[in-house]
């Protein structure tokens, strides 16, 4: 269910991703994120295999439709029950499954997935192997480019050509080592030093395979600069505080004609969507705290995002509280 310029240029959904983010792309967030690109590829926040085989499984999976082109992000090392997994999310509905191998907080750690798991090579290769028989969809991975000391590009190379043999053909490689003790895993995005080179190097080297770099990406000019060496590009945070940057991508990055959305008339789309979550019984505050970097460098954003922050959680909060935020932006 991809995009029409997907299916009739050729175009890879890659070319522009929206990263997975804990506690940040779930399903009000990447709604919203639809309605201001059409084509950007969304992914899911990760979820691990224990979640969807012992928890409430509907409630991680459930999507809306309007999402796709949409991934899903799993985290685990387990090769069945990440193939168990991946049938799920394909019965789903979803068009990529995700294996997450380049998170380095400690609870991943302990349970043995994220981006200890670049250590491990052949163990990636029988998850990814597992995941590839159990379903059509595509299957990818998301990486860092080392951990601790061991991110040599000798190393980094073995880990590609072993994940690839088992069957992925996408990389999502977050520019940056992991360091799995002494830093958070904020710390962990902002502290190792970027090196895009070794990524380029991995796109010579691996023709056949596609790459996407993640990391440090804050507009659609470092984007286009990127796509010149590389397949895709990712970005994470500035899509989140800064969402209309996210406007430009179906013109400049998939060549469409049709003009962006004004910030309004995404708001005005979002508010049946609102509407219809609060009848449901969401609160209101679930899906607004997604919203409130939209007017970002605007006049009235202050005034916008303090209205919100400050009336979504009183009692029986409900739409008149965004349509009155919304006034403090109109001029």
Not at 92 to 104: A, H, I, M, Q, T
Not at 121 to 132: E, I, Q, T, W
Request: aromatic share 8%.
């Amino acid at each position: 269910m991809q995009s029409n310029i997907q299916q009739n240029s050729g175009i890879t959904p890659h070319r522009f991703c929206v990263a997975p983010m804990m506690d940040w792309t779930d399903r009000h967030c990447r709604y919203f994120h639809r309605l201001i690109s059409q084509h950007a590829l969304l992914y899911t926040e990760m979820v691990t295999t224990g979640a969807l085989i012992h928890g409430d499984h509907h409630r991680f999976l459930q999507f809306d439709n309007e999402e796709h082109p949409l991934a899903f992000q799993l985290g685990g090392s387990n090769p069945r029950e990440l193939a168990l997994c991946a049938k799920m999310v394909e019965d789903y509905g979803y068009d990529e499954v995700n294996l997450n191998v380049g998170c380095p907080s400690d609870r991943v750690q302990n349970g043995r997935f994220g981006a200890c798991l670049m250590l491990e090579p052949s163990l990636v290769a029988d998850c990814v192997a597992a995941m590839c028989a159990a379903v059509s969809i595509p299957v990818t991975v998301k990486s860092r480019i080392g951990v601790d000391n061991r991110d040599s590009y000798e190393e980094l190379v073995l880990f590609v050509d072993k994940v690839a043999d088992a069957g992925c053909k996408t990389f999502i490689v977050h520019a940056r080592k992991a360091w799995l003790s002494g830093l958070s895993p904020k710390q962990n995005r902002e502290v190792p030093p970027l090196n895009y080179d070794a990524v380029f190097r991995l796109k010579t080297d691996f023709p056949h395979l596609a790459f996407i770099v993640n990391g440090g990406i804050i507009s659609i000019d470092h984007t286009e600069n990127f796509l010149e060496q590389v397949d895709g590009v990712m970005i994470g945070r500035e899509a989140y505080h800064n969402p209309y940057v996210l406007a430009e991508v179906d013109s400049r990055v998939f060549n469409a004609t049709v003009a962006p959305r004004s910030r309004h008339e995404i708001m005005e789309l979002m508010m049946p969507y609102i509407e219809a979550q609060l009848k449901n019984g969401v609160r209101l505050n679930s899906v607004t705290r997604h919203i409130l970097g939209l007017f970002h460098g605007e006049l009235g954003a202050r005034a916008w995002r303090r209205h919100l922050s400050e009336n979504v959680t009183s009692t029986n909060a409900g739409i008149k509280v965004v349509r009155d935020a919304l006034a403090f932006t109109y001029h």
